[in-house]
């Protein structure tokens, strides 16, 4: 049978950086290839190339037995290529159906090109409805939460009806409901023989679906799995070339007393529901939940970003009034951001300034910086911390995202932290260096820090976590303890399952 | 010190706006449009003011556009027009392209234009300075300032506007024949640090500059000043324009040897006055030419003082 | 001295050199202290929106604000013959709380600087007009001011003293840019106040800071620019300057979407559109254009910048990224 897609030595070559060397693959009708490799891999260029915005310095492209010597974009299109994008590229500004058929706008009026936006709904609904989305064609996009905006990339790809589907993590910001209903999806779409490439960190979601695995390092192709070969341990050591260690290392010691106690929280983001949370210093305490059930408004609360509408915050017992991040950080209570371009670094600043950010005070004599404190104070955190930079003065971003992620740490780690918030520690951070993260989780909890980790992939939950609570709908619906860790287990809790009166949200 | 009341500039906005029938007086409305801010038009004000007191059944208003524009004034005729006043004289900004605008303001109302002319135009009649005459004038003090010639720069805010081009066309009239060469022109735009900048740089790199005469109002302040910080008194003579407060303390202190001023006053008064003549059906006085010319006069160190005086009465009486 | 500034020097150097050698008179101490004089009277506000600039921010205000306290300094001297050093103190408040207001409308009611500056151009420039029926106003018949004037317009040790405010205040500014943990925010937050936010930075504190020095400096660049010109006409006094100053910051290496700049650059910026307004008329350029050699020299400044920016830029993610691989 001819392949769907074949690659054939596609290399690429920027000035002084060697991107891809050789890569050759294919990809058969009805057949999910699960694509797998470090950030840096050269995952992203291949898919540029595919998708026909970088053309490959040397190799062959052929679609559905055709050869493209020039792929642009347009053609890509037009050979029945789609992207889901990891970052969305959408029109905020026009609504689903719009941003669904963009290019491809049903039009009336014949030479007046006029938008015909009934005929465009029609098409659009049947599309949202196999998708279960639970929102309207003319819904605008900016009030779309990011897994229905992910949803609309996805249901893009459909309307072009495309063979060729390209999923770039695709789950990165999904619920773990969304999730299972994106995978389903995955499987129905094979089904009806369009071929699919998946790439993604999370690596049981490949487990789940993907017929095949080849894997990227260093721009080569390194390896490949069939449907029996694909696991954890074989990937990840195709990924780093070596073994990784097992997740969970238990703490040093017991928990202590004392730590962060919320009573009666009430946050902006579910005015009518109030919470109690204690993470215990020397414990890791894992929060799961659905994308807006409201982790991330909580941590923004106890950071002082969004003031509470009630309750009270103890920290050691002292009660503590927290009414900006100011407040916070002045008594040891520190946030790792969910975006950390955006809110944890400044991007253009080099690592030294993005240290001591937050206690650029604490190097200055009468308002004077001291810098060579504010370099020695780096240093320390860029050595501790295996930051890999030529020096303190690199700028933040021309760090990898796991490097960028240990400057937000550095940043806490140089001053006094008591209690560290993190909110999707390890998001788009390739798999060595998660590992990383997690060993400096595990040694700040071991010093007495009280760690609290949103996130949204259960494997990491699961595997680092000491306690885990998992919070519905601006509630804490429960809480496990190491014995009982299960996904099963977090998931009843995710949707809500804890009550009888929410039984039919189970089923959802 | 003269300030509007705080009510004129609403009242006027509400006047704009409203048609005439509700408009509060029923008095008739003579306009006097200028073309920018300047102590030249205060001047003028007093002569309006005192043409005001002689006929008070007319309700007369100088209006001064915020930016120099050609179309800034189009739209503040355009406002008047549709209040229906009764006359405009105007110091059009670009009369050769505002003819369309001008005549429709003459078809609508008596039409002045003042300060400077649009042939052109339907206008009833223009009063106002010649400009070649008067820059004829500052040839003769030129050639005065050096009689056995020498170089002299001359410094104006933009070429782009016909008094400019009619002082420079008289002055260069004036010197034909004569042993005084002018260098160049030297624009600022408005720009008043600029033009004190460009008489800098002149001193800077003509050592052998004899001459420089300022055409606009505070082109010849600026020139008094630059030449005195450089301490270029007695070797370069400065003739110039107009009445600023600083021309007259130069001429009074000999820096300056002489400055060509109009009779803004006369512009004012005359304008309003003559209006009024037209609507009362009298046009006798316009000439033949329908040019009223109001001549210059010459201030020097033998009539300063005098001058001086006079001017602080003019510019401080309300 | 970071290679922008560098960059920009050597562009001053070549620019000067090429002027001296078609017209030495260039060189000459005459012209050199001229444009000294004037580098002072520009540099000072440009500097002020320089700071607001790095918040990430932009004055359109100055130019009006400049006619408006003109006005109020002319008339507190000649008419309220009040005593010179009340008056430019009043004159400096003014500047700062015009600045203050800037800020905290910009950072209280969240209004976009553009907008908030743009109604402060008009609203300033329509005060002034009125405030003086549009009359030019002038020292012409004035009291006892020599002590000012003097201050504002003369001259220590043969140098200008506008050009004398400049260095000092760009070492204070420079200081407190370059040095300070104020400074440290300012870039910041005009970089990412999100993250500035979340690391415990009061941005509005910060932002509205830089507005009420921006407003500060202003007061005081309306003082040395009213006595070098000793009248103050409402309608057109300092018409366009504050596109003069952001023209010297853009090409002093502030970008305007903030976080990029220093003082140094801002005072080279600066320099540059000066020697490039004198060599108008050393090298008897027309007048008329002026402007345009204005605009042609930052348009090729800021396109060298951009190029030489993306390739240093380039070079550091190729050495993190190789060094990444290495390990």
């Not at chain 2, 270029?232 to 300056?256: M, N, P, Q, W, Y």
């Not at chain 2, 109009?262 to 030419?289: A, T």
Request: glycine content about 12%.
């Amino acid at each position: 049978m001819q392949p769907l897609l074949e690659l054939t030595g596609i290399g690429k070559t920027y000035p002084g950086v060697r991107a891809l060397d050789g890569v050759s693959l294919h990809l058969d009708r009805g057949e999910v290839l699960g694509l797998i490799g470090e950030n840096g891999a050269g995952k992203s260029t291949l898919m540029k190339i595919l998708g026909g915005v970088v053309p490959p310095s040397e190799g062959r492209i052929r679609i559905g037995g055709m050869e493209y010597p020039h792929l642009g974009v347009a053609t890509a299109t037009r050979a029945g290529l789609a992207f889901v994008h990891q970052e969305l590229n959408l029109f905020d500004n026009l609504d689903v159906a719009a941003n669904i058929l963009f290019g491809r706008e049903p039009l009336r009026g014949g030479p007046l090109r006029l938008l015909d936006r009934r005929a465009a709904h029609e098409r659009v609904r049947p599309i949202l409805a196999r998708l279960g989305a639970d929102f309207s064609p003319d819904t605008p996009v900016a009030e779309l939460s990011i897994a229905q905006r992910q949803l609309v990339e996805i249901a893009r790809a459909l309307a072009a009806e495309a063979r060729i589907i390209i999923l770039d993590e695709p789950t990165s910001s999904l619920t773990l409901s969304e999730t299972a209903r994106l995978l389903t999806l995955v499987k129905e779409l094979r089904a009806a023989g369009v071929g699919l490439i998946y790439i993604t960190h999370r690596l049981g979601e490949i487990v789940d679906c993907a017929d095949r695995v080849v894997c990227l390092r260093d721009g080569r192709l390194v390896g490949a799995l069939r449907r029996e070969e694909i696991e954890h341990a074989a990937m990840i050591r195709l990924m780093i070339g070596r073994e990784l260690r097992a997740l969970y290392t238990p703490p040093a010691q017991p928990p202590g007393e004392g730590g962060l106690e919320a009573a009666g929280l009430v946050t902006g983001a579910f005015p009518g529901r109030a919470l109690d949370l204690h993470i215990r210093p020397g414990e890791i305490l894992g929060m799961a939940g659905l994308v807006g059930a409201g982790r991330t408004s909580l941590a923004r609360t106890l950071f002082g970003i969004d003031p509470p509408l009630a309750g009270t915050i103890r920290l050691d017992g002292r009660p503590l009034a927290i009414r900006s991040p100011k407040d916070a950080v002045a008594a040891g209570i520190y946030l790792v951001p969910e975006d950390r371009k955006r809110a944890g670094l400044v991007l253009e600043m080099p690592i030294v300034e993005n240290v001591t950010l937050a206690s650029a005070p604490n190097y200055a004599r009468m308002g004077l910086m001291h810098r060579a404190a504010e370099w020695k104070a780096s240093e320390t955190q860029r050595a501790g911390l295996r930051i890999k930079a030529p020096s303190s003065a690199t700028r933040a971003n021309t760090l990898s995202g796991g490097n960028q992620q240990k400057v937000v740490l550095g940043k806490w780690l140089s001053m006094a932290p008591r209690v560290i918030l993190f909110d999707e520690p390890t998001r788009g951070i390739d798999v060595g260096a998660k590992g990383e993260i997690y060993g400096l989780m595990r040694a700040l909890a071991d010093r007495g820090v009280a760690i609290l980790m949103i996130s949204s992939d259960m494997e990491e939950v699961l595997g680092v976590s000491d306690r885990i609570v998992v919070m519905h709908e601006g509630r804490i619906s429960g809480g496990l303890e190491r014995a009982g860790f299960s996904e099963q287990a977090v998931l009843r809790l995710a949707i809500g399952h804890g009550e009888p009166a929410r039984a039919e949200a189970a089923q959802a | 010190m003269n300030r509007r009341s705080l009510l004129a500039a609403p009242a006027a906005l509400a006047l704009a706006t409203l048609p005439r029938g509700l408009a509060a007086q029923e008095k008739p409305t003579l306009a006097f449009v200028v073309n920018v801010s300047a102590d030249f038009w205060t001047i003028a004000r007093r002569g309006i003011e005192k043409a005001n007191r002689e006929h008070p059944d007319y309700n007369m208003e100088m209006i001064v556009p915020g930016q120099a524009s050609a179309a800034e004034q189009r739209r503040i005729v355009d406002a008047l027009l549709a209040r229906k006043v009764a006359g405009i004289a105007i110091s059009a900004i670009n009369p050769g392209n505002s003819t369309d605008m001008l005549n429709r303001a003459a078809e609508q109302c008596v039409l002045f234009t003042t300060d400077s002319d649009a042939p052109k135009s339907n206008r009833v009649v223009y009063i106002g300075t010649d400009n070649v005459a008067a820059g004829r004038e500052a040839g003769k003090q030129m050639m005065r300032a050096l009689p056995n010639g020498g170089k002299a720069m001359l410094f104006v805010g933009t070429m782009d506007a016909d008094n400019a081009r009619e002082r420079v066309q008289g002055i260069r009239e004036a010197l034909q024949g004569s042993k005084i060469e002018i260098v160049d022109i030297r624009t600022d735009e408005s720009d008043i640090a600029r033009a004190k900048r460009n008489v800098e740089d002149t001193l800077a790199r003509y050592s052998d500059i004899n001459l420089l005469t300022g055409l606009w109002a505070y082109n010849t302040p600026q020139i008094y000043q630059a030449v005195k910080a450089a301490g270029a008194e007695s070797k370069v003579k400065i003739v110039g324009f107009d009445e600023d407060a600083l021309t007259l303390r130069g001429i009074a202190d000999g820096t300056i040897l002489s400055t060509v001023v109009q009779q803004p006053y006369e512009f004012g008064y005359q304008s309003m006055v003559g209006m009024i003549k037209v609507l009362k059906g009298d046009r006798g006085f316009i000439p033949e030419s329908k040019q009223i010319i109001i001549p210059t006069r010459i201030i020097d160190s033998s009539n300063v003082k005098e001058f001086q005086g006079h001017m602080r009465e003019l510019l401080r009486g309300a | 001295m970071s290679k922008k500034e560098l960059g920009l020097a050597v562009l001053l150097i070549v620019i000067g050199g090429f002027t001296a050698i078609l017209n030495p008179l260039f060189l000459s101490s005459v012209n050199l202290l001229n444009m000294a004089n004037l580098i002072g009277l520009f540099g000072v506000f440009s500097i002020g929106q320089g700071l607001i600039i790095i918040t990430g921010g932009i004055d359109l205000s100055v130019g009006s604000m400049f006619a408006l306290l003109g006005v109020i300094l002319v008339d507190l001297l000649v008419n309220y013959e009040l005593p010179w050093p009340l008056a430019v103190l009043i004159i400096i408040g003014a500047g700062t709380t015009l600045g203050l207001l800037h800020g905290l409308l910009v950072t209280r009611l969240r209004l976009q600087p553009f907008v908030v500056t743009l109604c402060g151009l008009l609203i300033y420039r329509g005060i002034a007009r009125y405030y003086t029926a549009d009359s030019t106003m002038g020292f012409g018949y004035a009291g006892d001011i020599d002590t000012i004037t003097w201050l504002a317009s003369g001259r220590s040790f043969g140098i200008p003293n506008p050009f004398l405010f400049l260095v000092v205040v760009a070492a204070v500014m420079g200081v407190v840019l370059h040095r300070t943990v104020f400074g440290r925010y300012l870039y910041a937050v005009g970089r990412n106040d999100e993250a500035a936010r979340h690391s415990g930075i009061n941005a509005d504190a910060v932002i509205t800071g830089a507005y009420l020095l921006g407003g500060g400096l202003a007061g005081l660049a309306t003082v040395l620019l009213v006595f070098y010109t000793s009248s103050v006409s409402p309608s057109s006094f300092g018409n366009f300057y504050e596109l003069y100053a952001i023209a010297a910051a853009v090409l002093g290496g502030c970008s305007l979407r903030g976080g990029e700049g220093s003082i140094l650059g801002i005072v080279l910026g600066t320099v540059l559109l000066q020697i490039l307004q004198n060599l108008v008329n050393i090298l008897g350029i027309p007048s008329s254009l002026n402007f345009a050699v204005m605009g042609g020299v930052i348009l090729l400044g800021v396109i060298a910048d951009q190029q030489l920016g993306r390739r240093k830029q380039k070079a550091q993610l190729q050495r993190s990224q190789a060094l990444a691989a290495a390990e």
